[in-house]
Nanobody, 118 residues
Framework: QVQLVESGGGLVQAGGSLRLSCAAS????????MGWYRQAPGKQRELVAV???????NYADSVKDRFTIWGDNAKNTMYLQMNNLKPEDTAVYYC????????????WGQGTQVTVSS
């Protein structure tokens, strides 16, 4: 089990930056994969970025070269740095953690709102 708490969302103008944080209730070193998803009104939840326990990362094409995901083991926290934000990045952003390989279990945070004004 792991509890996840997101923070850092808010309102920003297009071209601005935000940093999202996801605090985990256990060592993120013990978590196989962590990631960020987002859901805009009327749309399906979509993958934004993921990071494995080995440090490999993967990004949605729409955020490559603008967003960066990383983890801080000492703080049990995962981050998403979002630069050059666009109105289409407006969504609720969710942190997720997956534990286990043969029988994976996924956990979700409550979400944090990101709104980008034009």
């Amino acid at each position: 089990q792991v509890q996840l708490v997101e923070s850092g969302g808010g309102l920003v103008q297009a071209g601005g930056s935000l940093r999202l944080s996801c605090a985990a209730s256990r060592s993120i070193f013990s978590i196989d994969t962590m990631g960020w998803y987002r859901q805009a009104p009327g749309k399906q939840r979509e993958l934004v970025a993921v990071i494995t326990g080995g440090g490999r990362t993967n990004y949605a094409d729409s955020v490559k070269d603008r967003f960066t995901i990383w983890g801080d083991n000492a703080k049990n926290t995962m981050y998403l740095q979002m630069n050059n934000l666009k109105p289409e990045d407006t969504a609720v952003y969710y942190c997720t953690a997956t534990i286990g390989v043969s029988i994976p279990q996924s956990f979700w945070g409550q979400g944090t709102q990101v709104t980008v004004s034009s």
